[in-house]
Every structure is written in C-alpha cells, then in structure tokens.
C-alpha cells in the first residue's frame, strides 16, 4: 500500500495525530486541497476500512443497500458533496467515519472530534523532495531514460496529482524517439483533419512549439533567423503573428 509522505516537520506531527486517532472511538475529519494525500493518510488511521465517495455512499444509504452493521470504521472520500448532510450523519449513528474534504463543514463541526488539516505540497519541501525523486525513478524505470530534476517543469496547481503527471510528461517527451514523435503527430494529424483542420491550421501546431523553442534557445530574432535559415522579415511577421511580439 502507497504511504503518506510524512519527512516535513508538519506532516510528521500530522502523521502522528492520524495514528494516535486510530484507536479512539471519535470521527476524524481530513481537510486540503487536492492532491495533499487525504486519501493516503485515511488509509494510514485504517488501511481495513471500507472506502465510499461520499454522493455514492449517500445513494447507497438512501436505497438501504448497505448493512452498517458489517462497518466498524468507513472512509469517506469528498464528503463535502453530500447532499443533505445532516440526515447523511444521523444514517451513520454507531459507525466510526474518517472523511475526506476540501474545506471544514460547518455542519459536521460537532460530529467530528478530531480534524487534520494537510497543507499543500509548496509548504512542505521536505515531502515534494521526497516525491520528486519517488516520480523521477518511477517514470525513469517505465520509460527506460533519466532526466535531471533542473530539466523538469514542476506543476503543482494539483500538488501530487500535477506534480506526478509534470514528472512523466517530462521524462516521456525526453525518451521519445524522432519515429515515435512521427508517429504520434501522424495519428495527430489523422484525427485532426477528421475533425476539420486544414493544412493552415496544423502548421499552428508545427510553428508555434518551434518558434518557441528556437527563442529560448537563441534569444534574439538575428540569431533566430540565422539558425532556422529563415528571412528576418518573415520571422518577425510569425512571432507577430502568434506571440503579439
């Protein structure tokens, strides 16, 4: 089972009180944005309980097809969705609930005696070191290359869920190979002209991520011309044209 990563000092004392919560009879409320690791540190207090998102564990209450009776503990994903949250509760009267939401609930506030809030990730550099090596040498094995972590445009607008997927973006365009890309844009290309692009659109596709590159790479427009043998004239015209320069 994937752990919750607890190397900052905040999430060590998190940690701590999630466990400590493990073997008392009261609710536990798990509060931050996504992709903090709520799920992650619900299993830690109880890696046997059953796991329900919340709308679907509410359907399920309603339609009596759940026999609580079989539940001690029950992990409940996103509870914030929930409908009508007070009747929500009442049905869940003698069962342990660890529960998962963006924000505190102002409703729940007396039936949960425990509440952990999880930072995010830029708060927490010791664990996004952490999972930055974790993703690099996972998407490293998958795709057989390597990548230094400078290389790596680092997104976490969605924490780990934005991070995890920067890292193995990053490491599969390195990997790939000149056929491959020419493949890829093959089968692009395919779906695009069924869906109506013409030829002037896709050079779009064609012109921009170049035009981009060679800037970066080049800096200025004499030294980008100079290189993509281009006339000056027309590449300004271009960079005008998609960049406003």
């Known amino acids: 089972m994937e752990k919750f990563i607890s190397s900052s000092p905040s999430t060590k004392k998190i940690l701590k009180v999630a466990q400590m919560s493990a073997s008392l009879p009261v609710n536990v409320m798990i509060i931050g944005q996504s992709g903090v690791g709520k799920k992650l540190l619900a299993k830690e207090i109880d890696p046997e309980a059953h796991s329900f998102f919340a709308r679907d564990l509410e359907k399920i209450l309603i339609d009596k097809a759940i026999n609580l009776e079989e539940h ?16 929500f509760i009442e049905r869940l009267k003698g069962v342990k609930i660890i529960a998962t939401t963006f924000d505190s609930i102002e409703e729940y506030n007396s039936e949960f005696a425990v509440k952990i809030e999880i930072p995010s990730l830029e708060q927490r550099p010791e664990d996004l070191d952490e999972l930055i090596y974790k993703y690099i040498k996972e998407a490293s094995n998958i795709y057989s290359s390597s990548i230094s972590r400078d290389d790596i445009r680092i997104d976490l607008s969605g924490n780990g869920i934005t991070l995890k997927q920067s890292i193995f973006k ?3 365009l390195k990997s790939i190979s000149k056929p491959e890309m020419m493949d890829t844009l093959n089968d692009f290309c395919q779906r695009e002209l069924k869906n109506g692009s013409d030829y002037k659109k896709l050079l779009e596709i064609f012109e921009i991520p170049l035009l981009k590159a060679a800037r970066n790479v080049f800096k200025s427009q004499l030294q980008m011309a100079t290189h993509l043998k281009i006339n000056r004239i027309t590449l300004r015209k271009k960079l005008n044209k998609y960049f406003g320069e």
């Open 72 to 87: 001690s503990v029950i992990i409940i994903y996103n509870i914030h969705t929930v409908l009508n949250k007070n009747e």
């Open 170 to 172: 990053s490491i599969l």
